[in-house]
């Protein structure tokens, strides 16, 4: 189990403080979804919906960039 969780509705790392998925995580997601990359796609994705709602004030390409720019 990851250290890396969110904290709401921030989406902070619990554990690192910076924003989530951070680094760490990141490798975690990868791995853990190497067979299942749209999957991984999907998760995220719900992530950032949830992100947008929490964090309004954010701008969305920038959610968009954090929460599914980084995935190969």
């Given amino acids: 189990m990851t250290k890396h969780g969110p904290i ?6 619990e554990t690192c403080g910076r ?9 975690e997601l990868l791995s853990d979804y ?13 992530c950032l919906t949830s992100a947008r709602t929490d964090m309004s004030w954010a701008p969305p390409e920038a959610l968009q960039r954090r929460f599914l720019g980084w995935m190969p």
């Fill in 8 to 13: 709401l509705p921030l989406w902070l790392c």
């Fill in 19 to 27: 924003p989530w998925p951070c680094a760490p995580r990141r490798l």
């Fill in 34 to 46: 190497a067979a299942s990359p749209i999957s991984l796609a999907l998760y995220m994705g719900a």
